[in-house]
């Protein structure tokens, strides 16, 4: 009896249920795709009493309709649809408290109270979910539990502002999260390191609010790391509170940050919007550069490890997993990419708002102040904005810097045959214009940004630095005109004009050696600038020797296709003399010159005219002349001769018949009777003989 019962038990401890990759297809099916949480929040609501139905394990007890709740035990538990109904119950509540986090404002405070209460459902949920599945369930499902029940305890405690109990919460779950990953099931491994990315950034905040607070380490987390952490974190509360703990941050510097220093002269900011502006527009400033460093550090490591997989696997097949490994590599360098042209955007969204807010101080300041008080003011503002459109156009310099560099990666790929198919082509125009923009944008950057003050010792300082400035855009400008001339030669290659490709190549190699000397007169030298435009000039030089070796031989395959052309008009029936002629103004090489066609040499040991295509065929073929369909002439009648009377053979009745008025009838019925006459005496003598 003990035996049964312990059979009985190990059976009812092997349901099994997928929970995260349940809650992940589930959530992109059903709005969260978009974080759209009311609409995921009814999908639950809806599923949540399918459920129910379907295993007779609804509230109402009977027909009339009285409430009474019926909790889920680990001995109701008979179908692993009993776990299912605790998941979505931790769902509905989850997607309703961050529905409530999405409308919540200042003038929403009651929210809050609903926010918390609905985050304290779900975890209640989720921990019945796991104790349940510890006594019903088989390791991996009260693993995946385990891990989704510290999870969104991690997100109570963060919402409530406890910052130990949420670090302490969300590490657990990371610990259990890489248990699971460690499982032979490469579905799950991305399920748990995905979820495990998404932990990360809320592990990281709550370390650098506890180093505030002077409860944790010094060197985790500083601003610039914050500023990172906010751009890719994914869950709604931690966006919020980096948000809300970055405006603090802001107002904070915009208190302590008055003037800024533009052209020698200390400007004077006194509207509290654009010092925000100017400090936000710094702090997206710094965060695209960390972002670029890392995405080329992360190239260069994709690089060399493609290389290595190179060396070690030359004969691997493209359906290899690591070659789906190599693609997933390209959308993720695809998304990097997009996601710095997105903080580009904001960046200047942030200094068309403070040039907004400029301009309307200046015309307040124009009709509210008078005299001197006026003229200054107003001078100020039109320093700062000049000061801030300057800026402007030095981001957007960067901007097209960068994507011209993305520009010539994916336009080398290209030239190798690796070109990512997701990606847009690149051709040489799209570089060109480029180029033309940012030559266009130096030339306004060295108006804007140059100085007219020289008298006294404060402005002698300003002119060294313009001077620098100047000599900085001009070394660039050189290197654009430099690229842009190579692609320009590009160009021309493709068209098939190898001269003008030639020479260009030429003027790149000479531009680019002006622009090295240009940059390393500047006072910091720009090694990688250098670098580049020695590179471009050596492919420069080798593609000197390509279009040239091209030209070569299209001038070659035009001799030959004109030759063939002037044969083919030929006409075929020529004399000989003109074959003979037409043979003396051929070149003489060294070599015979057949000009017979393949089928009138089989019998000689002869290749043919390589010029003539070796005289496959004749082209129009020659005319021949061919049977045709024989044509019988009846020459014997002209030769009969006929008797002028033929009325003494007409008998006595055919005379009677005959009518008497109608004489052109008898005469041509007697001349054809005589015919028939005649030919039945024919074929007489024929037998006879």
């Known amino acids: 009896m003990s035996d049964a019962t312990s059979n009985d038990e190990s059976n009812e401890r092997k349901f099994s249920l997928a929970i995260l990759e349940t809650v992940k297809l589930a959530q992109m099916q059903n709005g969260l795709r978009h974080n759209n949480y009311m609409r995921y929040r009814q999908y639950c609501t809806r599923r949540l009493a399918r459920l129910r139905r379907s295993v007779k394990f609804t509230h109402a007890a009977n027909r009339s309709g009285k409430f009474k709740q019926r909790v889920i035990t680990a001995e109701t538990v008979t179908n692993v649809r009993f776990l299912t109904i605790l998941l979505v119950n931790a769902e509905r509540a989850w997607s309703y408290a961050m529905q409530l986090k999405q409308g919540l404002t200042e003038d929403t405070p009651r929210y809050r109270f609903h926010l918390l209460a609905r985050l304290a459902k779900a975890t209640k949920w989720s921990r019945q979910l796991e104790e349940i599945c510890a006594q019903v369930a088989d390791t991996r499902t009260h693993l995946e539990a385990d891990a989704y029940a510290t999870w969104m305890h991690g ?22 999260l890489a248990q699971l990953a460690r499982i032979n099931d490469p579905e799950l491994r991305t399920l748990c390191q995905e979820r495990m990315g998404s932990l990360e950034p809320n592990i990281r905040y709550c370390k650098y609010v506890l180093k505030e607070h002077g409860d944790g380490d010094d060197d985790d987390v500083d601003l610039d790391e914050l500023l990172e952490l906010e751009s890719s974190a994914h869950d709604a509360l931690l966006q919020s509170k980096l948000h809300a703990i970055l405006e603090e941050t802001r107002h904070q510097q915009a208190k302590q940050m008055s003037t800024v220093m533009w052209k020698g002269q200390q400007l004077v900011i006194k509207n509290e919007k654009t010092r925000m502006a100017i400090i936000k527009a710094r702090e997206l400033s710094s965060q695209v550069q960390l972002s670029s460093i890392k995405k080329d550090n992360k190239a260069k490591q994709q690089q060399q490890q493609k290389e290595e997989e190179e060396e070690e696997e030359k004969n691997e097949t493209k359906a290899s997993p690591d070659g789906n490994a190599g693609g997933a590599g390209e959308r993720k360098t695809q998304n990097e990419e997009d996601r710095v042209y997105a903080l580009f955007g904001s960046l200047f969204s942030c200094y068309d708002d403070a040039v907004q807010q400029v301009r309307s101080d200046m015309r307040d300041a124009e009709k509210g102040f008078k005299g001197n008080s006026r003229t200054a003011t107003v001078q100020n503002l039109q320093a700062l904005k000049e000061y801030l459109t300057f800026h402007k156009q030095r981001h957007m310099m960067d901007r097209n810097t960068y994507m011209a560099q993305q520009y010539m990666k994916r336009y080398a790929l290209q030239e190798e045959g690796k070109r990512d198919m997701n990606t847009k082509k690149v051709r040489p125009d799209d570089l060109i214009n480029l180029y033309e923009k940012m030559t266009q944008a130096l030339d306004m950057l060295s108006s804007s940004g140059s100085s007219s003050t020289t008298t006294t010792t404060t402005s002698e300082a300003v002119e060294e630095e313009d001077e620098q400035l100047r000599r900085e855009l001009d070394a660039k400008k050189h290197a654009y005109q430099a690229f842009r001339c190579f692609f320009v030669g590009e160009t021309y290659k493709n068209a098939g004009k190898y001269a003008e490709a030639y020479a260009l190549y030429g003027r790149c190699a000479q531009l680019v050696a002006t622009a090295i000397k240009k940059h390393r007169a500047c006072t910091l030298v720009d090694q990688q600038a250098i670098d580049d435009l020695s590179s471009r000039a050596e492919r420069a030089r080798a593609l000197q020797y390509v279009v040239h070796a091209a ?106 018949r005959q009518p008497q008025g109608n004489s052109n009838n008898s005469s041509t019925t007697t001349a054809d009777e005589s015919k028939q006459q005649q030919e039945d005496q024919g074929q007489q003598q024929q037998q006879q003989q």
Do not use: C
Request: no cysteine; proline share 5%.
């Open 155 to 176: 997100n109570l405690m963060l919402e409530r502002e406890e910052w130990g109990q949420a670090l302490l919460s969300f590490g657990r779950a990371k610990a259990t």
């Open 551 to 656: 030209a070569l031989l299209a001038e070659k395959d035009a001799q030959l296709a004109n030759s063939v052309l002037q044969a083919a008009s030929e006409p075929v029936n020529a004399s000989k003399a003109n074959k003979r002629a037409r043979k003396k103004q051929r070149p003489n090489d060294g070599k015979s010159r057949d000009s017979r066609t393949l089928k009138a040499r089989l019998a000689d040991y002869s290749a043919g005219d390589a010029r003539l295509g070796y005289g496959l065929t004749e082209l129009p073929p020659a005319y021949a002349s061919a049977p045709a369909k024989p044509i019988l002439f009846d020459l014997a009648l002209n030769y009969i001769a006929y008797p002028s009377d033929l009325s003494k053979r007409y008998t006595k009745k055919q005379r009677q």
